[in-house]
């Protein structure tokens, strides 16, 4: 399969470098074209990886690489490297979903089948996408948008089939997660916990999509739309993060053997699906009670089934490639 990149951030050079230390297992896996902002890479044979990776090290202009150029239009792009899969790695916008939405248009419309991790076109137009993938005979893999390692769309949508599904609960931040986490095992206030994490790299800078919540509601609302067939938008959604809890209410919490964590629930009110983020406190005999540190989960309740749980994931950049990898290979393999 010839696959063509698009973003080369810390997911897209991960995703490189997963496929050079597994070329000796994927080697039919070739890259044939990278793209980021203003420029670009097309080599019909496959790109060396180990030489972009060690390129990539000094430099971003990709047109001063061999086989490179500045300016670029990805219709043309696709066309000239005979590509069959688009891998879609740019930043996130949440407000409108570009450039992303129509680069993935344009990869399906020209016959590709598209994999992603950027939750801003999933979160404004899924059924539009799933539509046009459908219309063109291609896959939409969307796996590396709810949770990076963790397989919440897979565990959902091949291993509940047959059943319906009643609800969704998620541990989906691997942010607040370990700050809450540091609150309770190490004593710290909430600012003490946040600025450890951003030492550590875990938190970013401005760690507003996660610590308030929207983080965790884009990927409920993602699971939702695509598992139960939905169309709520991030407006509908009720949202409380995590700024507001105190080394306090970790205290209160330990008393009575209970732990809070910041949980995305999606559950029926009638006839009526809603979705809510909010600090909850967990009870030991949940399954969340010992998701610790960056760990995620989620869990589905069925008719059928009964509640089936999906645990853990790498919280890093190389799970999140493994992830696109993951919808890379369930394409070849439906």
Partial sequence: MNIGLIGLGGVGRAFIQLLEMKKEEFGNLRIVFLLNSNSG???CDGIELNDVLEYLKENKDLSRYKGGFSKWNLD?????SNADCLVELTPTNKETGEPAL??????MEIGLHVVTGNKGPILIDYKGLKQLAKEKGVSLGIGATTGGALPSIAGGEYGLRGSRILGVRGVLNGTTNYILSLMEEEGL??????????????????PKMDVEGFDTAIKMLIISNTMLNQDITLDEVEIE??????IGDIEEAKMVGKRIKLMG???????????????????????????MGKNKGVEYITDTLGEVAILGGASNVLGAAASVLRDILNIRRW
């Avoid at 206030?189 to 401005?206: C, F, K, P, T, V």
């Avoid at 993060?241 to 105190?246: A, E, F, V, W």
């Fill in 76 to 80: 043309e792009v696709i066309k000239a």
């Fill in 189 to 206: 206030d909430y600012l003490e916990a946040l600025s450890m994490a951003q030492r550590e790299g875990i938190a970013e800078a401005n």
């Fill in 102 to 107: 129509s680069y993935i248009r344009c990869g």
């Fill in 41 to 43: 890479i097309i080599d």
């Fill in 265 to 291: 629930e999606t559950y029926y009110d009638g006839d009526r699906l809603k979705i809510r983020v909010h600090p909850k406190l967990i009870d030991k005999d949940s399954i969340f009670y010992n998701v």
């Fill in 241 to 246: 993060g995590i700024t507001g809890i105190g």
